[in-house]
């Protein structure tokens, strides 16, 4: 069973850039959630995906934005990068969206905004 | 909405147990969890409990929860240095998507 695998591993981008992470979830889960760790703090919740619509938000601003695909994999977008993007960004999987699923997440892709 | 607080750092002996402890706020039935983060890693799953439920063992680790005051609390029995990472406690909220609310983590340090 392959885990949750999320490219790049590292990126460094310039203010005001784009830019698009990949996460390919879980064999069997078709549930997507993204989170963002700054240096030195707990991860943030951004948003979830499930059957490739959004359920459910965190305070980001709308230059976050994200797409499920009909294989459950999905991207997180992110406009006009700010030097406080710079962070982990995480994906987790879980099977669905039920009260008791876990999540299980994948190594992170490491952002840089310089 | 949640909050989770943990304690900054803990330092142990190899061989001792290690308690790492946590509060949250949100007063309805929850998940909560523990995960495991090492240097330059994602989040691994240690376990979780249900809110209904007091304890939960598994191997080394064992879970408590005080429902009254909140408090949740990780036990780790014969630390080992490979235990060395940060600890973060998660709160789950059925209320926005599912998500999870983190702690900001518990740096364990096990000197040999």
């Known amino acids: 069973e392959t885990g949750v695998t999320q490219s790049p591993t590292h990126l460094i981008k310039t203010r005001g850039q784009q830019v698009t992470l990949r996460c390919s979830s879980q064999?069997?889960?078709?549930?997507v959630s993204w989170y963002q760790q700054a240096l030195g703090q707990g991860p943030q919740f951004i948003f979830q995906?499930?059957?490739?619509?959004?359920?459910g938000r965190g305070n980001f601003p709308p230059r976050f934005s994200g797409l499920q695909f009909p294989n459950y994999s999905s991207e997180l977008n992110v406009n006009a990068l700010e030097l406080d993007d710079s962070a982990l960004y995480l994906c987790?999987?879980?099977?669905?969206?039920?009260?008791?699923?876990?999540?299980?997440f994948g190594p992170g892709t490491r952002l840089l905004v310089l | 909405g949640e909050d989770v607080e943990q304690s900054l750092f803990l330092s142990v002996r190899e061989g001792d147990s290690s308690v790492i402890n946590c509060t949250y706020t949100?007063?309805?039935?929850?998940?909560l969890y523990w995960y495991k983060q090492e240097p330059g890693a994602g989040l691994q799953l240690l376990t979780y409990i249900f809110s209904n439920m007091d304890m939960k063992q598994d191997q080394r680790l064992t879970v408590l929860l005080n429902k009254k005051d909140k408090h949740l609390s990780l036990r780790i029995a014969d630390t080992q240095t490979g235990d060395s990472a940060i600890y973060f406690c998660a709160e789950k909220d059925w209320d926005a998507g599912n998500m999870l609310t983190f702690g900001g983590g518990t740096r364990l340090m096990v000197k040999p």
């Open positions: 064999s069997g889960h078709n549930t």
């Open positions: 987790a999987s879980s099977p669905a969206t039920g009260r008791g699923e876990t999540q299980y």
């Open positions: 949100d007063s309805s039935s929850t998940y």
């Open positions: 995906y499930y059957r490739e619509e959004e359920n």
